[in-house]
């Protein structure tokens, strides 16, 4: 593997990419405790718990995501990233902020669903009990 000053880095919510862009730093948490890696690191594979993962761009500004539970893997100078949710913070400061806006939207949907679910089952019944009351 030859000598490399950075890395392309990819992070995949399921639908779409969070993340795509080159890196010389990312430092995160597994689950056996945090980690960094620079361009030359050893290739490996780590599965990761919710926690902050930092990723030093080329020009050294920082990307600050919150992750759920995902998985890395390193290979040459290509890390991928898979994760269950996650979102981007303008900095460290304000990501607990940003979190709790994504938990609040999705508490919102759920709830929303949830009720889209009832009122299914409960037309299921009605059209059942309808049924049964025919001749």
Known sequence: MSMASQMQVRVGLPG????????????????????????????????LVPSVLMITQVDGSERVLGIDEGVLVK????????????????????LEAVVADFW???????????????????????SFAGL???P
């Open 104 to 126: 609040d939207t999705l508490e919102d949907d759920e709830r929303a669903a949830r009720a889209a679910l009832s009122r299914l089952e409960a037309d299921m019944v009605r």
């Open 16 to 47: 779409r990419l969070l993340f795509d862009g080159v890196a010389t730093r990312i430092s995160g948490v597994a689950t056996n405790g945090g980690f960094g890696i620079l361009p030359n690191h050893v290739d490996f594979v780590t599965a």
């Open 132 to 134: 049964r009351t025919q």
């Open 75 to 94: 290979k040459g100078h290509d890390i991928d990233i898979a994760v269950q949710r996650g979102v981007e913070a303008p900095d460290l400061a304000s």
